[in-house]
């Protein structure tokens, strides 16, 4: 007896006492215990009860037929839930073969069928099934490994929150977006202070840790749909925030500049002594004449002359 087989769930759809007795009793030399339906109804509810792995199937049945019967289960049937159809019938014309393969049979058997045929076709259907229900697998991992891609390639490896690649999608989307409600939005672009010097003085491990503080100073600031916190690269960092206008912005750069000095991390070549970040902000109503680089550049030149006021501040 094949082991294998005998986890095999086969239902056998005839309404021939004889018949099922004969299909029977070959599937259970094989270590099979069938499932049986007298009628086609009987074989739709067995279906959805039992989910078996294959159907033999009859066509000429008491109620609904054969193929009717396999045009329903393959409507049942979930994509991890694939099932075998072998049609096994005394219809023996080429277009009812056709017929049944184009329904969604696997394969079609003509009565009268003999026991090692039986056995053999059900070996090699349920071989199909185990390669499917495989198949299956494998799909569903590339695709949590897709996933899992999709979202390192948009994550800035050392702080976790969104990289440019993710800055400069968002920003599109929500300039459109902002666009066709008619609401402004603004851009914060954000820099470390004397950045360089903290490299020097601290090392570069403690820089990255200030960055990864930094960073989650950003990302809070960016709490609703249409915000994004990103790494914008190196020790800047920048926010989208839909339907923002100046005032807005400048207020949440103005708290992001205070709290990242509140944390009080050591600088001791900074003249405000501890880590600080400065601010450009600049806002805009979105529309088809304005470009949305623009935007980034204005907020490039308020960062400038934020650097330039002494730092530790928010310019516009
Ligand atoms: P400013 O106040 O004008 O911004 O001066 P700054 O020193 O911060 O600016 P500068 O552009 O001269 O230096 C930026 C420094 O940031 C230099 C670079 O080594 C450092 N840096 C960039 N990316 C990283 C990083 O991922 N980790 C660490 N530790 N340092 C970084
Ligand atoms: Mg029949
Ligand atoms: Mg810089
Ligand atoms: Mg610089
Ligand atoms: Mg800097």
């Not at 599937?27 to 069938?34: A, F, R």
């Not at 219809?91 to 003509?110: F, N, P, Q, T």
């Not at 045929?117 to 090699?124: F, I, R, T, W």
């Not at 603004?186 to 360089?196: E, G, H, I, M, N």
Request: glycine residues 8%.
């Amino acid at each position: 007896m094949n082991k294998k087989l005998g986890k095999v769930k086969v239902l056998v759809v005839e309404d021939s006492k004889v018949a099922i007795k004969a299909i029977s009793g070959y599937l259970e030399d094989i270590g099979v215990h069938p499932l049986v339906a007298e009628s086609g109804q009987a074989a739709v509810e067995l279906y959805r009860r039992e989910r078996p792995d294959i159907v033999l199937l009859d066509i000429i049945l008491p109620d609904v037929d054969g193929y009717d019967v396999a045009r329903q289960i393959r409507k049942l049937q979930g994509k991890d839930d694939w099932t075998a159809i072998i049609f096994l019938t005394v219809m023996s014309k080429d277009e009812d073969l056709a017929r049944g393969i184009e329904v969604g049979g696997d394969d079609y058997l003509m009565k009268p069928v003999g026991r090692v045929v039986v056995q053999a076709k059900v070996s090699a259907m349920y071989r199909l099934v185990r390669m499917q229900r495989a198949l299956v697998k494998v799909t569903e991992q590339l695709n949590e490994a897709n996933q899992e891609l999709q979202r390192l390639s948009m994550t800035d490896g050392l702080t976790g929150i969104a990289n440019r690649r993710l800055f400069d999608d968002l920003l599109v989307r929500e300039w459109r977006r902002c666009a066709r409600i008619g609401k402004p939005m603004s851009v914060v672009l954000l820099d470390v202070d004397y950045f360089k010097k903290y490299n020097d003085r601290y090392g570069h491990q403690a820089g990255d840790d200030c960055l990864k503080v930094v960073a989650r100073e950003v990302a809070a600031a960016a709490p609703r749909a249409g915000d994004l916190a990103a790494r914008y690269g190196g020790e800047e960092f920048v926010l989208v925030l839909g339907e923002t206008d100046e005032g807005g912005a400048r207020w949440v750069a103005e708290r992001i500049c205070r709290h990242v000095l509140g944390l009080k991390m050591m600088h001791e070549d900074s003249p405000h002594d501890y880590v600080t970040v400065s601010c450009g902000v600049c806002s805009v109503l979105p529309s088809d004449s304005l470009a949305v680089d623009k935007l980034v550049k204005t907020a490039d030149k308020a960062l400038y002359l934020a650097k330039e006021r002494g730092r530790n501040g928010v310019a516009y």
